[in-house]
């Protein structure tokens, strides 16, 4: 198992100083989201500025850019980096595409498959320079000329992650990525149950089996050496829980935890602007599912053994704050390596 870091919303000017001390400190990836910032520009610095260090995006939206438009960024990080980057792919959800994006949601599950099955394509172009003659149901690849081509590279392989919380697009995972970003609001009971069974669904329609994709996750930590500062932690982490329960998207979720009144709840809160009184509706056992509770220098052990035979990645939700020094996370890497 490996263990990775979010890179978190800091400066451009600040990512080859962060990405430095990451790899110094012993983690295998860094990774970028999309949020308020490009999830791409900053690994261009992490590129630069590191040399063992992968990095990839947990996630971009898909349906926010074209394949071609994916394919292409995601090249030239796999060429100016050496092989050391990873495309994360989420669907998002349809309001977001729809009205933010400006984009079209319907099928997502057949769409975004579609849509890495493009990917490759073109990329298989780029470096065999074959003609393009990609149609499917919903992207198609058909037309380039020498100006368009970036040409061969020494990495051509590029693995591909597909962000999935409920069945189907787990399943959608199995039948075309190389791997799996599980959404932090997880809980192993889910990822035994759901999850896995149906990425393994999916995979074997390719003559694979879940174990043969590399899953990773962001954990839920609620971190401190005394009471209170395991209190304040989890204040945070439960305001956290209550936002992502609102969203229809995670009740499947709270259904498998016998919550199925919960999230409705919380979404009529969340619609009233009633932010503040979300968190106090997250019961305790809600938490105990999702989140891992522990000293700093007992939570990498904790982490193997809690997701030992579930998870090839792991990382904490919440970055590595950039002030911290490199010898703490320098412990916690090695710790969590000797707990192997």
Known sequence: MKIDAELGTIGLADVEEQARKLEQSGFDAVWTFEASHDPFLPLLAVARATERLEFGTNISVAFGRSPFAMALVAWDLQDVSGGRFHLGLGTQVRAHVERRFSSTFEHPAARITDYIRCLHAIWECYQTNERPRYKGPYYQFTLINEAFNPGPISHPKIPVYLAGVNERMCRAAGEVADGVHVHPMHSTGYLRDIVRPAIDAGAKSRGMKVDDLSLHASVFAIVGDTAAERQKSEETIRAQVAFYAS?????????????????????QLMRQGELAAMPALVPDSLMDAVTVSARQADLPALLRQRYDGLLQRVALYYPVPSGDPVARWADFTADFRRAA
Do not use: D, I, M
């Not at 969203?247 to 979404?267: C, D, I, M, V």
């Open 247 to 267: 969203t229809p998207s995670y009740r499947a979720l709270l259904g498998y935890h016998g919550l199925e009144e919960l999230g409705p709840k919380l979404s």
